[in-house]
């Protein structure tokens, strides 16, 4: 019920800005992941679908942010001065539960993933 789509190859400082469609529902709170080789799924950015509350990781705060457009049941990732470490598969996620802020992050709180898009970022 998920599509992620918008990764690519971007030189370091770099903009790239993903795309994730919900497809016939809208769901209570979205956030986007990213996985690094050898690495443990990490939290991106978060929202409530109502757009009063969003969260992003320290290390992307201030460069990534999140938004959505509700007449296409879509959420962004907007990623500015993109850095070597910013290299992952990135996924999007969904859930029916309208997450407090403190819950946003957590990756066992969202029932729907995406298939994920890789993000590359060269020096």
């Known amino acids: 019920q998920l599509q992620a789509s918008g990764g690519g190859l971007v030189q370091a400082g770099e903009s790239l800005r993903l795309s994730c469609a919900s497809s016939?529902?809208?769901?209570?709170?979205y956030a986007w992941f990213r996985q690094a080789p050898g690495k443990e799924r990490e939290f991106v950015c978060g929202m409530k679908w109502s757009g009063s509350t969003k969260v992003c990781a320290d290390s992307v705060k201030g460069r990534f942010s999140i938004s959505r457009v509700n007449a296409v049941n879509s959420v962004y990732l907007q990623m500015n001065s993109l850095k070597p470490e910013d290299t992952a598969v990135y996924y999007c996620?969904?859930?029916?539960?309208?997450?407090?802020?403190?819950?946003?992050?957590?990756?066992?709180?969202?029932?729907?993933w995406g298939q994920g898009t890789l993000v590359t970022v060269s020096s």
């Open positions: 016939g529902r809208t769901f209570g709170t």
């Open positions: 996620a969904a859930d029916s539960r309208t997450w407090i802020q403190s819950a946003i992050p957590r990756k066992d709180g969202y029932d729907y």
